[in-house]
């Protein structure tokens, strides 16, 4: 455990978020073919763009490619996402989580599973 | 002198409940002393404002033998008194204690007392103007939800900090300390428990009404020039991305935020028609299926960049996140409602929609010039894509050729095997490279078409129609010289 209270558990489950994020917004795209972009542009931006952030939190070295989530509902992906941010008292995650984790409920509240 | 504050009580109320949030976020960091010195003035303040608030029933005539002329507490009010009266005991157990002792305030506590209080000093000015209309009560609501919550996170702060201090002390080591630093440690646990009730009193409040009772919130109408504002800096910031160092990262979430303005420009653009104040026929016949052209183009461009980009090299930089962020937010602001699109009434009542329109078709004709330059980076050499997307793209676009030859000799692999079992950056084969030219070039023509096509959005509409008298031009009078008239001099009358 580090000096700022972020554990090694917390740092793992964090990058599952941000695969969980990624892949909600590769799915995003994917459920799109032939479809209207509207809500899903919405969606998977925004997963997309929170999964960036996430990223940043991360140190280096930590396996973000790997295991790919096996869920391929967008809606679904994030609602997991946002199921495992609860999974940790803040302080265990990076420092700077709170505010994405607020986004992640709001992007939540905007595609209800 | 300081100049007045300009804030509305709404956003006061806001900001105190985001100040509240901030404090949360230290979690580790946070100060027990200075934040127990200054909780008290945040509950008063709280308190002064819950009690400028009109109520939310009509005042009823006092007539009870035992009322002393006052108006009956509501349901809300008691339980404002009730942590008012919780945080006068929590004073009195930590007022001239030698801890936490005198010392300086918290300045975020601070801060939002100070907005409460100007909030109070608002409503108290504002008193006798209230208008008693519903969506007033649902906006009181709102007020009150938010205070309530504000309160209810920064007493979760003010706990933390007292935990974290308690968390300083060994049991043992303390008890066998002097005794300033056992009382310390005693006024430390009372405060904790009282802040727990307090915090419990607070959060049942809160689970009755947030965040439902912010449906009725006042909500103030979008700035009309945030969406061209945001769509102008993506554009900027979109171009300065692409012209640093070539990542297939950029190009997907370029694309992306492409694929989200096709979409959200085109219910915007299909509201205003649908409203008449966009011009409807040519909009229907010509601009809808070129936006729709365009956004499946875009999400084709999206899916196959992102193909290419695993997620361990999707962080990017900040500025283009904010950037494309904000495109976002600026388009949900007029056209998104809770968790799926407004109503074309509803995307006009919160915006000048023509005005919208404009903003989208600047933003299609800067994405003509978008995808040229992500067309000339697939030919750039320093483009590089991770090695086992690349690779599996360049086997699926190779057997889909092997499918239609006759050729069986065995092909060199496209991607070098270390490349791959280390999954480091390789530049594009010229399969790959071939697919997304094809696909850019694609949509740099659907991007074309559907900037051509908004020029229908320069037609006059049927409201610009009706507004503007009509003219079938000059009339005879006016056209006729003024020398020919007939109550005119002719000519030679000088004679």
Redesign the interface.
């Known amino acids: 455990m580090s000096t700022?209270?972020t554990t090694q558990d917390g740092i793992e489950t964090w990058a599952s978020v941000?695969?969980l994020l990624?892949?909600c917004?590769?799915m995003a795209?994917?459920a799109?073919?032939g479809h209207?972009?509207?809500?899903l542009?919405?969606l998977?931006?925004?997963a997309?763009?929170l999964?960036?952030?996430a990223?940043?939190l991360l140190p280096a070295g930590v396996?973000?490619?790997h295991p790919v989530p096996v869920q391929t509902d967008p809606v679904q992906l994030l609602a997991a996402a946002e199921a495992l941010t609860r999974t940790h008292p803040?302080?265990q995650f990076p420092p700077g989580a709170?505010?994405i984790i607020?986004r992640i409920r709001d992007l939540s509240?905007?595609?209800?599973a | 002198m300081r100049p007045a504050d300009p804030r509305s009580v709404g956003e006061l109320l806001l900001d105190t409940e985001l100040i509240a949030?901030q404090v949360?976020?230290d979690?580790?960091d946070l100060q027990a002393p200075p934040m127990l010195r200054t909780w008290g003035e945040v509950v008063q303040a709280a308190g002064d404002l819950w009690r400028a608030l009109p109520p939310a029933k009509p005042p009823m005539p006092v007539t009870g033998r035992y009322s002393g002329g006052r108006q009956p507490r509501q349901g809300d009010d008691v339980v404002m008194g009730q942590l008012q009266a919780m945080t006068t005991a929590l004073h009195r157990v930590t007022r001239g204690r030698s801890w936490p002792g005198d010392g300086p305030a918290d300045e975020r506590l601070l801060r939002m007392a100070e907005n409460l209080t100007r909030a109070a000093e608002l409503l108290e000015k504002a008193a006798p103007s209230f208008p008693r209309r519903p969506d007033t009560r649902a906006d009181l609501a709102a007020a009150k939800a938010r205070v309530m919550h504000a309160l209810y996170i920064g007493s979760h702060g003010v706990a933390v900090a007292v935990d974290n201090y308690l968390s300083g002390f060994d049991p043992d080591a303390h008890r066998r300390g002097t005794s300033a630093l056992r009382s310390s440690v005693r006024v430390a646990q009372a405060a904790r428990s009282r802040i727990g009730a307090f915090e419990q009193l607070a959060g049942s409040y809160v689970s009755r009404t947030y965040p439902h009772a912010l449906d009725g919130e006042h909500r103030e109408q979008p700035t009309i020039s945030r969406l061209a504002q945001a769509l102008a800096g993506w554009d900027v910031q979109a171009h300065r991305a692409l012209a640093g160092e070539p990542r297939t990262a950029i190009l997907a979430?370029v694309a992306?935020?492409q694929?989200?303005i096709?979409?959200?420009g085109?219910?915007v653009l299909d509201a205003g028609a649908r409203t008449g104040q966009l011009a409807a026929g040519q909009y229907h016949t010509r601009l809808h299926p070129a936006m729709d052209t365009t956004?499946a183009r875009w999400?084709h461009t999206?899916?196959l960049w992102?193909e290419l980009t695993?997620?361990?090299q999707?962080?990017?930089d900040?500025a283009l996140?904010v950037a494309?962020?904000e495109v976002?937010a600026a388009?949900?602001e007029i056209d998104?409602d809770?968790?799926?699109?407004a109503s074309p009434a509803v995307m006009g009542a919160r915006t000048d929609l023509p005005q919208a329109g404009r903003a989208v078709q600047q933003a299609l004709s800067s994405s003509v010039e978008i995808a040229h330059v992500m067309r000339e980076l697939v030919d750039d050499p320093q483009l590089r894509g991770a090695a086992r997307p690349v690779n599996a793209m360049s086997l699926a676009l190779a057997n889909a050729i092997d499918q239609d030859s006759i050729d069986t000799a065995p092909k060199a692999a496209l991607v070098s095997p270390r490349d791959i079992a280390g999954?480091r950056a390789t530049a594009l084969p010229e399969l790959v490279q071939d697919a997304c030219r094809q696909d850019l070039d694609a949509t740099i023509e659907a991007c074309r078409q559907a900037m051509d096509a908004a020029s229908v959005l320069d037609a006059p509409t049927r409201r610009n129609l009706e507004a503007t008298p009509f003219s079938a031009g000059r009339l005879n009078q006016e056209r006729t010289p003024a020398a020919m008239q007939a109550n005119a001099p002719s000519r030679g009358c000088e004679r």
């Open positions: 700022d209270g941000a695969r990624c892949r917004a590769d795209l994917v799109g073919r209207s972009m509207f809500t542009s919405a998977g931006l925004g997309d763009l999964a960036s952030q990223m940043g396996d973000l490619d803040v302080v709170s505010p607020a509240g905007e595609n209800p | 949030r949360l976020m979690g580790p979430r992306y935020t694929t989200l096709a979409a959200h085109a219910a956004g999400r999206a899916e992102t695993p997620p361990s999707r962080h990017l900040p996140d494309a962020g976002r388009f949900l998104f809770r968790t799926g699109a999954n």
